[in-house]
């Protein structure tokens, strides 16, 4: 079953405008990463954040975590066409072997 | 460097048929390796995982089943499928053990039952 939720669902945004999604989960997780889907093809590593850290950076992408809210927000900042994509966090937890997708957001990026 | 290797890439079976989905995966060893299911624009719904040769855990009971010949290799089967069994297939790899992180992802075989 899918443990997280994400909004929006959808989101379409000009381009060098900032884009957030956020991601919610319900269990205790060790990490927590977020993953981006091209149109028909295989899931492609973003970012990983664990649950010892509240925010983390890398090139024009922020993620946030708040444990005790069990949620996660990516921020893409200055959105390029380029970043048309669907956008899903992940979960892991020590021990299970297993990631729980969210149910990601469909981000397009106007030119 | 690793890389995973998925096919068929396209796939058209009629309802009844049997699948064979392989799955291989270089320049790792001992890896974790997963069987996803995405319809069209949803999530991924975890269909198997491995965390060794010969061990398959199933977290969808229906009629698929996946196998793990060799350390490297997961193969994802159906004697007999259903039109529910059209959808995204991805395979996908993570570093063995207890803390495994990061996970890698095919290209992914998009299946059609008609």
Request: glycine share 10%; with cysteine; proline share 1%.
């Given at each position: 079953s899918q443990q997280g939720e994400e909004d929006p669902q959808a989101l379409s945004i000009q381009e060098g405008e900032n884009a957030t999604m956020n991601c919610s989960y319900k269990t205790s997780i060790n990490n927590l990463q977020w993953y981006r889907?091209?149109?028909?093809?295989?899931?492609?590593?973003?970012?990983?954040?664990?649950?010892?850290?509240?925010?983390?950076?890398?090139g024009r992408l922020r993620v946030t975590l708040d444990t005790s809210k069990k949620s996660s927000s990516l921020l893409i900042t200055a959105?390029?066409?380029?970043?048309?994509?669907?956008?899903?966090?992940?979960?892991?937890?020590?021990?299970?072997?297993?990631?729980?997708?969210?149910?990601?957001?469909?981000?397009?990026?106007?030119? | 460097s690793q890389t995973i290797h998925q096919w068929p890439a396209t796939l058209v079976q009629p309802v009844g048929s049997p699948l064979s989905l392989e799955c291989t995966v270089e320049?790792?060893?001992?890896?974790?390796?997963?069987?996803?299911?995405?319809?069209?624009?949803?999530?991924l719904q975890l269909l198997f995982y491995s965390v060794g040769i010969g061990q398959i855990s199933s977290e969808v009971p229906q009629n698929l089943s996946a196998s793990r010949p060799q350390d490297r290799q997961f193969?994802?089967?159906s004697k007999k499928l259903l039109l529910s069994d059209s959808g995204f297939y991805l395979c996908a790899w993570g570093v063995g053990g207890y803390n495994t992180d990061t996970q890698y992802f095919g290209p992914g075989t998009r299946l059609t039952v008609l």
């Open positions: 889907q091209n149109s028909g093809r295989g899931l492609v590593h973003l970012i990983l954040i664990r649950s010892n850290e509240r925010e983390k950076h890398s959105s390029r066409a380029a970043d048309t994509a669907s956008y899903f966090c992940a979960t892991y937890t020590s021990g299970t072997y297993k990631y729980i997708f969210g149910t990601g957001t469909r981000l397009k990026v106007l030119a | 320049g790792t060893s001992n890896p974790n390796l997963y069987w996803y299911r995405q319809a069209a624009g949803r999530g193969i994802l089967s």
